[in-house]
């Protein structure tokens, strides 16, 4: 059983879904999430076979339609229905590996034995992800209120041999998927297609994806923030733990600290300096690089909490003796962390950017664009402009998703989170800022070699040498699109261990 993870009680958190990711682990559910599921199941046949009493979405309409009683014999064509009328995404297709992350969270959601489903539909979505069957999803038709329907009505839609998958880098009809596996579509008895659409798999799955992306982002700039301080030939005191134990925030002290390690050794940071200051963007790395961990740090929390959660609706407690129809579908909390995130990971962009600025802005001895012979070569001018168009788009993607709503369900859902648009907004968000810290990144590399025979550190040296392979010096104008794709490719190429990420953004072991 190494190579599986066994589907639990115990909480999923960011490190175990890498790690299952990472290991291609296969998943298995636990005797007891067996015994949850069979006995919520027996349960809501029991309830149903006696009780003639309406209970949303069970055996009435949907939305507006919850008073709309439905019969017995009609209960499975209604799950069926609700799958394929809502399956009404747009828009472009949900990467696989996020489509991946919705198919383990909404099996762990539904093993908790709360969701009135059967066993065989969590074992064939199991079947999915073992054998990496992905259904297409698409980013646009969720509002993230009554959970992320659109979105997971598309990731059910092949449990019934309806709608399109991926497999192996092929894609099938779900019916020609079945039939290649010998699989037969899944009868949907009741609660179910409103369990499998009822959710927030779609922006939680996009928001541990996130978590992991900008962990790694965040982790990159304070490397290149470092070594563009030094050939800016900035100063170490604003790094010093004495300024930071007075306003001891800990991204903020964690930033200084990491910063005193990378410039260990370096001959540029510990020569005299000619000024008394530095510019801000450079100065005040430890308070803004610093609150964006801080940030991801709640983030993580509220991400934590929503994939070890039953959304779904109603909830069903059997042992209670009890169908509650409640609202934790809502993607509030979703939402509103996913707007903080794009706004402090857009952040991280801002600062670099304006780093990149006094880098090729002819200062402290560094050539004009940072090239030699300024006029007849251009140089670095335009990747600055680049990184200023990609800031400014940023600034309109961090604009909260969550400050809106809209009435939909002919007013019966008439608040929504719009937490769904907040997670494509910032997956686009922070995409974007690889790119302006790799261009940053192409202009701090460019300008330490104009100080040369001097170096920085050790382990930025170590760290410059392996990109220097892949981004040479710049000596007279080319195609610089091609070096600052090269730059963004290296960056996406360094790998590092996910406990690692941890440890570098948090100073502590996380889990």
């Known amino acids: 059983m190494n190579n599986y993870h066994i589907i639990s009680s115990d909480a999923l958190d960011i490190v175990t879904i890498y790690n299952i990711f990472n290991d291609k682990k296969k998943l298995k559910l636990s005797d007891a999430s067996i015994e949850k599921i069979k006995a919520c199941k027996t349960y809501l046949d029991h309830k149903l076979a006696k009780n003639e009493k309406p209970i949303y979405g069970i055996n009435t309409g949907f939305g507006s339609l919850c008073n709309t009683k439905i019969s017995n014999k009609d ?6 229905n609700l799958v394929m009328s809502h399956a009404c995404g747009t828009g472009d297709r949900v990467p696989e590996s996020v489509v991946k992350v919705m198919l383990l969270l909404k099996i762990q959601s539904l093993s908790y034995g709360h969701s009135g489903v059967q066993l065989d539909t969590v074992n ?6 073992n054998n990496d069957i992905f259904p297409f999803v698409y980013t646009q038709g969720s509002l993230g209120a009554s959970g992320d329907l659109a979105p997971l009505a598309h990731l059910a839609l092949p449990l019934l041999g309806k709608g399109c998958v991926v497999h192996d880098g092929k894609n099938y009809e779900a019916s020609e998927l079945l039939d290649k596996f010998d699989w037969q579509p899944i009868k949907l008895e009741a609660k179910e297609g409103l369990a499998l659409l009822n959710g927030t798999q779609f922006m939680s799955a996009y928001g541990v994806y996130l978590l992991l992306m900008s962990h790694k982002t965040s982790y990159m700039a304070d490397i290149i923030a470092s070594i563009s301080l030094d050939a800016f030939d900035g100063r170490l005191d604003p790094f010093h733990d004495l300024v930071h134990e007075v306003r001891p925030h800990p991204g903020q002290r964690k930033v200084a600290k990491r910063f005193n390690e990378l410039l260990k050794g370096s001959e540029l940071i510990e020569r005299q300096k000619e000024h008394v200051q530095d510019p801000y963007s450079f100065r005040c790395i430890p308070q803004v690089h610093g609150a964006t961990k801080d940030t991801l ?22 042992e209670e003796d009890l169908i509650i129809s409640g609202g934790n579908f809502h993607g509030q909390p979703l939402a509103l962390a996913l707007d903080y995130l794009k706004i402090a990971m857009a952040e991280i962009g801002n600062i670099s950017e304006r780093r990149t600025f006094q880098l090729v802005s002819g200062l402290r001895g560094l050539p004009a664009f940072l090239v030699d012979n300024p006029g007849l070569n251009s140089g670095f001018m335009i990747p600055q402009y680049t990184a200023a168009s990609i800031v400014s788009a940023n600034k309109q993607l961090a604009t909260p998703a969550s400050i809106d709503s809209i009435v939909s369900s002919n007013g019966q859902e008439d608040h929504v989170s719009m937490g769904a648009n907040a997670a494509t907004q910032a997956y686009r968000l922070i995409k974007n800022v690889e790119r302006v810290i790799a261009i940053e990144l192409m202009n701090a590399s460019q300008a330490l070699e104009f100080r040369r025979p001097l170096k920085t550190s050790p382990l930025l040296e170590s760290f410059l040498e392996h990109y220097r392979k892949v981004v040479p010096f710049i000596k007279e104008d080319q195609v610089l699109h091609d070096d600052i794709e090269a730059s963004i490719q290296f960056l996406n190429d360094v790998d590092i261990e996910v406990e690692e990420l941890f440890l570098n953004n948090y100073g502590v072991e996380k889990h």
């Open 75 to 80: 209960l499975t064509k209604l799950q069926e």
């Open 297 to 318: 740090d709640f983030v993580e929390k509220v991400i934590l909490t929503e994939i070890n959660a039953v959304t779904d609706n109603p909830n069903i407690f059997y």
């Open 124 to 129: 064939r979505l199991i079947d999915f992800f």
